[in-house]
């Protein structure tokens, strides 16, 4: 009978013994052979990944599709033994280098083989045959995680190591599993005792709180913005945090300090003294180099001893001769700080060959205007975008100084072996690059997959959830030494990050200050000489009625939140969508009670009774409003763990990304949460999005938060030339402002997702030109990334949303280089509701961030207990 789970494979080929969900299969097996066989020694050159998506959509026969490898898991104690039968294998082994473990159950000589690898996949032998037989029903259980490091050198028959044990942080969980292993004699009672101890002190440092503010709102129908900003909190939320990427990379001093290079000849454009430095940076890593030997510095993590070795710092893996440096970085300079010009100034500096852009839909065109807009006309390189029906061969390709193309064009021609794929590129160059921070998605093994000399990510955000998203960028740019791969990453640099280990953050700053460079638009010696922006948290009170409304939907939400712990506790399933689908009921309330005008639950009671839903036209439309339910809850795929893209659900009520499940019913035909049998056609697509109001929504009938809506529009028009984006992360209520401005006689434009790039940029040059259009209507999701808003300067965030990331990307559309006055935001609070609390926890996010490097979250997905955490701070 095979084991209930499964170790999850690697990139690079090993495997991790990471806890994962239910799978269906036994352990993959590796073979005994060293990666890249070649007659060269393989530690000498880059491995290339096996760019195979085996967590997702490639093999969902064989794995659960649901699973989630990040689990939170605790150090249970450590086990000193040692490696056999190396005489038998040739991977080269130092003292202090970090090692991987991996099951090995089709060993014909011992069934509980557990073989252990360099971190470049060679083997160095195997775990004694008595210690493999007590661990290899834990592993291939799922129930510990297995990480070591050698603790003397290789002999002629064996090498010492240290193996560190790892499982569940919860409570009743682990006590059964130190029973366990305490009988195992894997760990002692002193050892789980003491690993106890530094868990709990570790919870209880990572236990943040913080605190609200009580300002209210005026009754009176006329206010001015002198009387708003001061019933209104100014805060500073982005100090909250500080800012995690400013922290590890270079210091405002160094930066100002750091060279410029001389302004290209080939530009139109006059560089700032800044940009001039950033010009410089990135030519020199895109030429890196070793230090002198016997030098301190490092370069990438490798340092060159005086005896002309190469040590990796991070892995402690040695090489004698020098191994292949990654060419290009990380640029992360604020938004609005020009990395378009910079990245186009190094395009004219850096030698033939063509640059492939890879940008989100939106902004592909931006880059063909930029280029032309700053390069001289005789020098400027011929720009193809490649995208749609507009696409060419390998050959053509060539032809071009730049080729710019979308995420989703990038990822289908890797997986069809297109000419993107085909190509051995000059630089690639992936613009809004934490699109790709998980390293599963196909669209971070698509990028990974292409041949380049150099390799650039472009992000204001960097890091948005926790450090495993610099993981995924690491592995792109295809630094070496072992760090790349996720297990090594995990056991060097965010475990021990979590727990406040001081090596571990010297590491990481020693990355940042490598490959990456980052300004912020408030450092003196960037002198944008931007006007001051300032921002209110502005607090509404619910009218009566509406307060009664809140509360009852609040009572029903923490009696739905009961029910779903009681039965958990129990061992019982609960219904946690249900709790989701009120929580986002409550949300909306917060905005216009219409919008909660018809129930979902109450609609999806008449398809409980059947498991497979006929896909009638009354039945199409109940799933299209459970779809939305999960769009709006910002859920993720259960396939790929990441955002919704292309979102559809099936005829037994469950909601995937359309390119995983149609891979999947590619593969095996079935729904891979319930098994039922599933085709193309039992896929719902969501209703299409629209900008005309809806007709059952009262639009015309002001809430509370409306009416504090127009107060402070009424006030921002008054000053002339003023202009005005509006963010909400609701289309549905987008709508209900749109009648009520209408009805107030303003002229406004709008962008959303069911508007084509022409129809946004007809809406963008309306709010640039139009001096009578002074109001955009703005979907949150939409407009965060890629648009130059500056010819508006007020902000209102009508409502907020999980990642703080997401407003502050939304925000810098405004505040950005071209900004000429003084900017406001306003964040619209309903005061003593969920809404002040997903504050909180927005501030939390960018505590968590900044002081532990990581979020107590997996990728794109909390643990249980985390998320529930969460769910009882909304609800308390």
């Known amino acids: 009978m095979p084991p209930k789970k499964r170790a999850a494979q690697t990139d690079s080929g090993l495997t991790s013994t990471r806890p994962t969900k239910v799978a269906r299969t036994a352990p993959s097996t590796g073979s005994s052979q060293p990666l890249g066989s070649s007659s060269a020694d393989p530690r000498l050159a880059f491995q290339e990944p096996a760019h195979t998506e085996v967590d997702s959509t490639q093999e969902p026969s064989t794995q659960d599709l649901s699973q989630s490898d990040d689990e939170q898991l605790e150090l249970y104690g450590s086990f000193d033994g040692k490696i056999v039968g190396v005489r038998y294998y040739n991977g080269v082994a130092t003292m202090g280098e970090v090692v991987i473990c991996k099951r090995e159950p089709s060993n014909p000589y011992d069934p509980n083989a557990i073989r252990v690898d360099n971190v470049y996949g060679q083997q160095i032998g195997h775990i004694p045959r008595t210690v493999a037989s007590k661990l290899a029903p834990y592993m291939d259980n799922g129930d510990i995680s297995i990480e070591a490091v050698l603790t003397g050198h290789k002999s002629a028959f064996e090498c010492p190591l240290r193996l560190h044990i790892y499982g569940t942080c919860d409570a009743i969980a682990r006590g059964n599993l130190e029973d366990r292993l305490k009988r195992d004699k894997l760990v002692t009672a002193t050892q789980l005792k003491q690993t106890r101890k530094e868990n709990e002190e570790h919870r209880k440092k990572m236990g943040l709180t913080s605190g609200r503010g009580t300002a209210g709102f005026p009754g009176e129908p006329e206010v001015t913005l002198e009387e708003l900003t001061k019933t209104s909190q100014a805060v500073n939320l982005r100090a909250s945090g500080g800012d995690i990427v400013q922290t590890l990379a270079m210091s405002e001093n160094d930066l100002a300090n750091m060279p410029m290079a001389e302004q290209p000849a080939k530009l139109r454009a006059t560089l700032l003294p800044y940009q001039l430095q950033g010009l410089s940076w990135l030519t020199a890593k895109e030429n890196p180099s070793f230090p002198p030997a016997g030098s301190p510095q490092s370069v990438q993590l490798w340092k060159c001893d005086s005896q002309g070795r190469y040590n990796n710092i991070g892995t402690n893996f040695t090489v004698k001769k020098a191994p292949s440096l990654l060419s290009g970085g990380i640029l992360a300079d604020d938004m609005g700080l020009g990395k378009t010009v910079q990245i186009i100034s190094l395009i004219m500096t850096g030698g033939p060959g063509t640059t492939l852009i890879v940008a989100p839909v939106g902004v592909m065109s931006n880059w063909e205007q930029q280029i032309h807009r700053h390069v001289l006309e005789e020098h400027a390189p011929k720009v193809f975008i490649y995208h749609g029906t507009s696409r060419s061969d390998a050959k053509s390709l060539k032809k071009y100084g730049v080729v710019v193309t979308s995420y989703g064009t990038l990822t289908s021609e890797v997986a069809n072996g297109g000419p993107l794929a085909l190509l051995n590129w000059r630089r690639i160059v992936l613009d809004e690059g934490h699109t790709i921070r998980n390293a599963k998605t196909k669209a971070a093994l698509a990028a990974c997959a292409l041949n380049a000399k150099s390799r650039w990510v472009l992000t204001g955000t960097p890091i948005i959830n926790n450090i495993r998203d610099l993981h995924s960028l690491l592995k792109f740019l295809r630094i070496t ?259 009520q401005i209408e009805d107030a006689r303003y002229t406004y434009t709008r962008i959303d997702g069911s508007m084509n790039t022409t129809k946004r940029d007809a809406a963008i040059q309306a709010l640039d030109t139009d001096p009578k259009t002074r109001i955009m209507l703005a979907s949150l999701a939409v407009c965060s990334v890629g648009l130059n808003l500056v010819s508006a300067d007020t902000v209102v965030l009508a ?77 308390a």
């Open 799 to 875: 409502d907020s949303w999980w990642a703080p990331a997401i407003e502050d990307q939304a925000v810098d559309r405004v505040h950005r280089l071209g900004q000429t006055r003084p900017t406001t935001v306003w964040r619209l609070v309903m005061e003593g509701t969920v809404e002040e609390r997903v504050l909180d926890i927005q501030s939390e996010k960018r505590e968590l961030v900044t002081k532990a490097f990581q979020e107590k979250e997996t990728k794109g997905k909390k643990t249980k207990e985390t998320r529930m955490a969460d769910i009882l701070k909304l609800l």
């Open 481 to 739: 030494g072992g760090i790349e791969q996720a297990d090594v990453f995990n056991s060097v640099i965010a475990r021990p990050l979590a727990l406040g280990e001081s090596r571990a953050e010297a590491l990481l700053q020693s990355l940042m200050k490598d490959l990456c460079l980052r300004r912020r638009k408030d450092m003196k010696f960037v002198d944008l000489k931007l006007p001051p922006k300032t921002e209110y948290i502005h607090r509404i009170t619910f009218w009566p009625d509406e307060k009664r409304k809140y509360e009852a939907l609040l009572s029903e939400a923490q009696g739905a939140l009961e029910e779903f712990q009681s039965k958990s506790n129990k061992g019982q399933s609960g219904r946690f969508q249900g709790v989701l689908e009120r929580l986002l009921r409550l949300r909306q309330t917060c905005n216009h009670w219409t919008l909660c005008k018809d129930r979902i639950t109450d609609l999806l009671k008449l398809l409980e009774d059947t498991e497979v839903v006929e896909l009638n036209a009354k039945n199409r439309a109940l799933l299209q409003q459970a779809l939305q339910l999960v769009i709006e809850s910002q859920e993720e795929c259960p396939v790929c763990i990441e955002p919704m893209k292309s979102p559809v659900i099936t005829h037994c009520k469950h909601v995937y990304c359309r390119p995983c499940i149609s891979k999947v019913i590619e593969i095996q035909h079935k729904c891979p949460m319930c098994r039922a049998n599933l085709a193309e056609d039992n896929l719902v697509e969501p209703a299409p999005e629209t900008s005309e109001a809806e007709e059952d929504l009262d639009g015309d009938t002001k809430s509370s938060k409306t009416e504090a809506l127009l107060k402070i529009l009424q006030a921002t028009l008054k000053n002339e030339g003023s202009k005005v984006i509006i963010f909400s992360q609701w289309t549905s209520f987008l709508n209900i402002i749109q009648r």
